[in-house]
């Protein structure tokens, strides 16, 4: 009983092409390494003689090897019909590389009228947003009940473990860190202004957000990009709803009123770090502390980080929506939205940290 196919043998000697064993699928590899160098013009008779088995793999190969005028010799009956029904297949030239100019005008109008398009979308995007969530305040249908609670538990109830512990540790670490230097001209008082001013103004808004962008933010694309993915999205629109007002307005409002709680929150557990410090450290009395706080954290300090937190809250959720809706692919393209969310979200985080910064410091 015959298991393996013999493996072909293709000689070439004076115009003539020998082929001897198997010509099947799985042995026209072979056969094509042996060839390789052979020009179709340069073969003027096939001969088959020794030809074992041939399948429609083998048939394809003996009509690519020669042209319409190589004569096929010695083949059996069934060969015949076979290579006769079978397509001529001519070999594909080999593709010359393009040369890439890394550096030319057509790359950068095409750069630009892409960056273009993603602005235009963006622009779109956050108008449609802004205008449901308008909208919203004071025509409540097409909302499911209790979406808006759920999200606000999420995003705020939730988040705080994590944002209170990593806020506390930066106070520690923030008025050690002023203390080691301000002892060295004996003004250690002042380390309670640095802590205060610091985190009210740009430790707890700025870090806050950055937390809410990795843990919430990302929750928002791969929701929305899983959506798009099920096609939930469009069974919302078949339904009548529409889809920003139905899903994405109650998680921009959830995340509206939670940041700024979440900053108040951070900024008191921060302040709290450094008075911890402040009393085992720095052997200063609560009452110096407390004193000293209020002398130096002004209403307009919280403010400010309540503007700045109000400003981050919409970029995360727009930058979130935004990357779901413009998900590929499949579980992987959902993985692409989600960091990609992440990063966008904190890059644009920290470039609106920078444009507040210049805004409020600034003097014109």
């Known amino acids: 009983m015959k298991f393996l196919p013999n493996p072909p043998v293709c000689s070439f000697e004076d115009g003539v092409l020998m082929l001897t064993g198997d010509f099947v699928a799985t042995t026209v590899g072979d056969a094509l390494r042996q060839i390789s160098g052979l020009k179709a013009e340069d073969i003027k ?31 059996s009956e069934n060969a015949d019909r076979l290579i006769s029904i079978m397509p001529r297949i001519e070999a594909a030239p080999p593709s010359i590389p ?9 790359n950068i109008g095409g750069s630009a009228l892409r960056s273009m398009e993603h602005l235009t979308e963006v622009a779109i995007l956050i108008v449609d947003i802004l205008f449901w969530s308008a909208v919203g305040i004071f025509n409540r249908k097409q909302y499911r009940k209790g979406s808006f609670t759920e999200q606000a538990y999420y995003m705020g109830s939730t988040a705080l473990p994590i944002v209170g512990t990593i806020l506390f540790l930066i106070g520690v670490i923030l008025a050690l860190q002023s203390a080691a230097q301000l002892r060295q001209f004996g003004v250690t008082i002042f380390v309670v202004n640095l802590v205060a001013i610091g985190l009210s103004r740009e430790f707890a808004p700025l870090m806050t957000a950055i937390i809410v962008s990795g843990r919430t933010g990302s929750a928002i694309a791969s929701e929305i990009a899983t959506m798009k993915f099920t096609e939930e999205l469009d069974a919302i629109k078949t339904l009548g709803l529409n889809p920003i007002r139905f899903v994405v307005v109650p998680k921009l409002w959830a995340m509206i009123i939670c940041m700024p709680l979440l900053n108040v929150f951070a900024l008191f557990i921060g302040i709290s770090g450094g008075f911890l410090v402040a009393l ?14 209020l002398l130096s954290l002004l209403f307009w300090d919280i403010v400010t980080g309540l503007i700045k937190s109000l400003s981050f809250a919409i970029i995360i959720t727009i930058v979130g929506v935004y990357r779901g809706l413009n998900f590929t692919g499949g579980a992987d393209g959902v993985g692409r939205a989600t960091t990609s969310s992440v990063v966008t979200s904190i890059f644009a985080i920290i470039v609106m940290d920078s444009i507040w910064g210049i805004l409020f410091y600034f003097k014109f």
């Open 45 to 75: 008779v096939i001969d088959g003689a020794d030809v074992g088995e041939l399948d429609s793999a083998g048939a394809v190969l003996v009509k690519r090897l020669g042209t319409e005028t190589t004569q096929l010799r010695a083949f």
């Open 98 to 106: 393009e040369k890439k100019i890394p550096f030319n005008l057509e």
């Open 280 to 293: 085992t450290y720095m052997d200063l009395s609560p009452t110096t502390f407390f004193n000293q706080l």
